[in-house]
């Protein structure tokens, strides 16, 4: 039976995961259980170092590579030890040439095949889709990378979090780095804004997560559970995250919209759709050809996804796709004052009230008065 | 017969009537839509005098004001990533134009463009998009933007008008975005304009 993994996720290094891997390996440990060290990085901090005592280490092993000696996880050692759980810090890390594989998540995958289960350590600017997004908000970007799917196939997935004043205290007080580094830590990555912005990105990132195995677990709970048990598992992904959905159409107008949806989008923390509902047969040439192609390059630029979803009716079009996607908040423009026979047609948000599931919420966004746009 | 005379009259009149009516609203709505005025930039901030001469343009020819945010992106990451520090700054400089454009009654229809450089920007954004006419601030604030080589590879490459504005070294004032980092002496107008 292959063994469980749990990661301990950061949003920099410092915030004390290492600290928080061993605490709880001591508590498995005094718990009665086989417990191991496979590989420890206590980057020279006494209180993490400390916290390792009483720990069995599975000594390390040198591996020269380049002309430098490194001292590596044994990982034949730690298999033919075979202990219940192994503790390995830097999920992230690339082993030196020559080793059984090249990243050490695959040693890890190894171990757990092996029947052991493993805690580990990684910080969320090392994960595979997030390392663009977070070089792009603290300017500093990591070469060591790990799939996300590492994380997602993990069994437990823990935050630790801290403020990024805290952390910063943490650091000024010697904590983290050697004292001839903290000024150089500071003017670098340790800035407040870089910190909230990766504290947002793990906190995030820890709620997907979350939404996901609920997901998933409601869709086990459907086949087998109960009635009560399915409700609970249908509710709960609804109060962890937010999806915005905003219907365009291939119009100038509709970049007004778009601010206004993707400001709301950063503000709630969630994910963008743009959606524009097409006529099915509707050709997309000339200027609607132009305004396609602006609306998809301004997706791109802000991360949002731009749909086109082809139905005669914009409710109907638009429902499914709020079904879909999940989203919990639509954002649509002011239409243009009805006539005739349209002026009895009740508007497009209480239609789209009524055509969307329960709890949808929809906001209009007022065209600016005075421009032709 | 004088009946039937009268009904001819009113026909015609109405005919012309709706006719004159349908040309007003095609022309205030852009006519063809060959106007276009691209207005380049970069930055948090634009220069006024440069955005009233495009926006007068777009007013007194019935165009639409297209300005175009040119965004960098560092040569780590892909050119197609997604800006999220670029677009915020984007977004409050397009509401800003477009606040301005509202109030002179002119039709926008704005653009993020990436490149490695602004040049690079811009070389995307002339192959892509199609304009009349290209409205472009000499220098922006603070000495950052498109150089004096860029502005002499625009006049060379752009397949149309080219306006360069070079404001009086007196003349600071800038169109900036609300959260935008105005230069020391800047001040509001209206909401979202620094002069």
Not at chain 2, 66 to 87: D, I
Not at chain 2, 132 to 144: M, T
Request: net charge negative; glycine share 8%.
């Amino acid at each position: 039976m292959a063994g469980r993994l749990k990661v301990f996720l950061g949003m920099a290094a410092g915030v004390g995961k290492t600290y928080r891997m061993l605490q709880e390996g001591q508590a498995e440990l005094v718990a009665g259980r086989d417990v191991v060290i496979g590989y420890l990085e206590p980057h020279d901090r006494p209180e993490t170092s400390e916290q390792a005592r009483g720990l069995e280490v599975v000594p390390r092993r040198e591996v020269e590579a380049r002309g430098a000696v490194t001292a590596e996880m044994d990982l034949p050692a730690l298999i033919s030890r075979d202990p219940e759980l192994a503790l390995i810090d830097e999920l992230a890390h690339t082993n030196p040439p020559g080793l059984e594989h090249v990243k050490r998540y695959e040693d890890i995958a190894e171990a757990l095949a092996a029947g052991i289960d493993v805690f580990s350590t990684v910080n969320v600017q090392h994960l595979e889709s997030l390392n663009d997004q977070v070089a792009e908000l603290t300017g500093v970007r990591v070469r060591e990378t790990v799939p996300d799917s590492v994380l997602g196939d993990a069994d437990e997935i823990v935050l630790i979090d801290l403020t990024p004043e805290a952390l910063i205290g943490r650091l000024r007080e010697g904590k983290i780095y050697a004292a001839s580094n903290i000024d150089a830590a500071l003017n670098n990555f340790f800035k407040i804004e870089n910190l909230a912005a990766l504290r947002e990105v793990s906190l995030r990132q820890v709620a997907e997560d979350v939404e996901r195995r609920v997901r998933l677990g409601g869709e086990e709970l459907e086949q087998v559970g109960t009635r009560g048990e399915e409700r609970i598992a249908a509710e709960v992904p609804k109060a962890v995250g937010e999806r915005l959905l905003a219907l365009v159409r291939p119009q100038a107008s509709s970049q007004r919209l778009v601010r206004r949806a993707w400001r709301s989008a950063q503000r709630l923390g969630t994910d963008l759709d743009l959606l524009w509902v097409k006529r099915p047969g509707e050709s997309i040439e000339g200027e609607c050809e132009r305004q396609v192609t602006a609306l998809r390059r301004l997706a791109s630029v802000l991360g949002a996804t731009f749909l086109i979803e082809e139905n005669d009716d914009v409710v109907a079009g638009a429902a499914r796709v709020v079904r879909e996607r999940g989203s919990t908040y639509i954002m649509v423009g002011e239409s243009p004052p009805a006539r005739g026979l349209a002026r009895l047609r009740e508007p497009l948000p209480q239609r789209l009230m009524r055509a969307t599931p329960p709890g949808v919420d929809v906001r209009i966004v007022a065209h600016r008065k005075g421009g032709r746009s | 017969m004088i009946e039937h005379v009268l009904v001819g009259v009113a026909l015609v009149a109405g005919g012309f009537g709706g006719f004159w009516l349908a040309r007003r609203r095609k022309r205030k709505a852009g006519g063809d839509g060959v106007h276009r005025i691209l207005l380049p930039f970069t930055g948090t901030e634009i220069s006024r005098r440069a955005l009233d001469a495009a926006l007068r343009l777009a007013r007194a020819e019935g165009g639409t004001l297209m300005p175009a945010y040119l965004a960098t992106v560092p040569l780590q990451l892909p050119l197609g990533c997604p800006l999220p520090k670029e677009a915020a700054a984007a977004m409050a400089m397009l509401e800003a134009i477009e606040q301005r454009a509202a109030a002179q009654e002119v039709a926008v229809d704005a653009r993020i463009e990436r490149g490695r450089t602004y040049r690079h920007a811009l070389e995307r954004l002339l192959d892509e998009e199609e304009f009349d006419r290209v409205v472009v601030p000499a220098q922006a604030a603070g000495g950052e933007g498109l150089s004096g080589d860029d502005l002499v590879w625009l006049l060379r490459s752009a397949p149309a008008e080219v306006l360069i504005l070079r404001p009086a070294p007196e003349d600071h004032r800038t169109v900036a975005a609300k959260n935008g980092h105005a230069p020391h002496g800047a001040f509001a107008v209206g909401s979202a304009t620094r002069n």
